[in-house]
């Protein structure tokens, strides 16, 4: 997917415009929409379409806040039924960006295994107003190619996307952006005593890997880095502690879903360019109980030389996080964001429409977090954060144990995360927007690149 200016005046395909209350109208525009125009801004209806034998003309209206906006592009991208025709925008500069952001976020698809060429096809190019500024459209390419990686990641199976295959596909991002990146390989890993990484690993047959990414550009407002930690679990079964209902292992490649969300965040702040240095570490594994699996009851001994008895073996992104949230103190960062697929608690508290934050960062960082949310719509829901929570998280035989109570298990398992981070800390749980069974508005079936837009948002806005 393209975004680019409109060069020459085109016949066929779906030509939108917004808008402005200026009465001016692309050349090509039917002069019954024209005339309708008026009488159109004052109904109820957002949306206002004709179409002649080759062309779809589509008005859409002024005054709409910028997420109705995006919800409009999303109607479009729904109505477009010849994908290799041209998907012309123009009007209402202001406006624009967030209808084309819509309609760009709504037409992806993830096509890589249909053998029908006819179900591989999707909306290649959308094409502005020339008068939109080049700021603006390289903007909006960034974050659509930023959020479908992340789309892609979230949707591709296993049997492609090992811990060492998402690497290498993160390792791909340096050709791209701005941006250094290490991967680090089971000897390494073991070399650091990473234990909790080892430990969900021990199942199976597939080594695991850290991955390491670095954007630091030369006039970066924060003098020590912000660092975003992503769950990498590219396969969860619960291990021995299996899964128990049907249908819960259908879609655990999605468990990978924080990784893509830190990734996709680092990527598009590379990308754009943004005046902040940050750092994103990726411990990834799958989880399987085969092999020599680590077995509820084990006490392992992490990265940082806590113990922590194993209960719950399905409660194992917190045991990969927790290495590397103390491995995050190596680059002494003045904030500390993970993100991750934690808690079923997550959902089932707010359901798909945000991401639940906690933690003990400054309330301003939170208030940024929250209203960079409202912006891109891309939403947070601030959780409480008390120390009795942690109590939950004591163990009888060891310093902690890896699950809390059967109350608040996304608030517990943020203050099992806690104890592994020594700077100010936000925890972000996406369990809830991260994966989709159904289309809804622009965020597509399956992965939906959740986190992206918000970090970056956040990180443009960072004080």
């Given at each position: ?234 396969y969860d079964t619960g291990g021995l502690s299996l ?167 996304m608030i517990s398992a943020g203050k099992f995360l ?46």
């Amino acid at each position: 997917m393209i975004i680019k200016y409109i060069s020459a005046d085109a016949e066929k395909g779906t030509f939108v415009h917004i808008l402005d209350g200026t009465n001016q109208f692309p050349a090509n525009f039917p002069k019954e929409l024209i005339d309708a125009s008026a009488d159109f801004e004052k109904g109820s209806k957002n949306q206002l379409q004709t179409a002649s034998l080759h062309a779809t003309y589509i008005l859409v209206k002024s005054g709409l806040d910028a997420e109705l906006y995006r919800k409009e592009g999303a109607k479009i991208a729904s109505k477009i039924e010849d994908l290799e025709q041209k998907v012309c925008v123009t009007g209402n500069l202001s406006s624009l960006p967030f209808l084309v952001e819509g309609l760009a976020l709504a037409s992806y698809k993830f096509t890589k295994y249909f053998t029908d060429e006819k179900k591989r096809k999707a909306i290649q190019e959308i094409l502005v107003d020339s008068k939109l500024s080049e700021n603006q459209l390289s903007e909006l390419n960034a974050t659509i190619k930023a959020v479908f990686w992340a789309r892609d990641m979230v949707n591709e199976p296993v049997s492609y996307l090992t811990a060492e295959k998402l690497s290498d596909e993160i390792k791909n991002l340096e050709k791209q952006a701005k941006l250094s990146v290490s991967v680090l390989g089971k000897a390494q890993i073991e070399a650091l005593k990473m234990g909790g990484l080892l430990a969900v690993n021990k199942g199976s047959i597939d080594p695991p890997t850290f991955t390491i990414v670095e954007y630091k550009p030369e006039n970066a407002k924060n003098k020590k880095p912000i660092v975003l930690v992503g769950k990498g679990v590219v396969y969860d079964t619960g291990g021995l502690s299996l899964k128990p209902t049907a249908g819960s292992m259908d879609v655990m490649k999605s468990d990978m879903g924080g990784a893509a969300a830190v990734i996709g965040a680092i990527y598009l702040a590379a990308m754009q360019e943004i005046d902040v240095h940050v750092i994103a570490l990726v411990p990834a594994t799958d989880n399987r109980p085969g092999l020599n699996a680590y077995a509820p009851g084990d006490v392992i001994t992490m990265y940082d030389g806590t113990t922590v008895e194993v209960l719950n073996t399905d409660a194992e992104g917190r045991m990969i996080l927790a290495d590397a949230l103390a491995y995050s103190k190596k680059y002494d960062p003045e904030l500390v964001i993970d993100a991750a697929t934690l808690t079923g608690a997550a959902l089932r508290a707010i359901g798909h429409h945000a991401a639940i934050v906690m933690g003990n960062a400054d309330q301003s960082k939170f208030d940024a977090l929250v209203e960079a949310g409202n912006t891109t719509f891309d939403r947070v829901v601030q959780f409480p954060f008390w120390d009795e929570y942690y109590d939950e998280m004591k163990s009888k035989i060891a310093d902690l144990k890896n699950i809390g109570g059967p109350n608040a298990g996304m608030i517990s398992a943020g203050k099992f995360l806690e104890h592994f981070v020594k700077a100010p800390y936000i925890h972000m749980d996406i369990a809830g927007p991260a994966w989709l069974d159904a289309t809804s508005t622009y965020h597509t079936a399956g992965g939906t690149g959740a986190g992206v837009r918000v970090l970056v948002e956040f990180l443009k806005n960072y004080k």
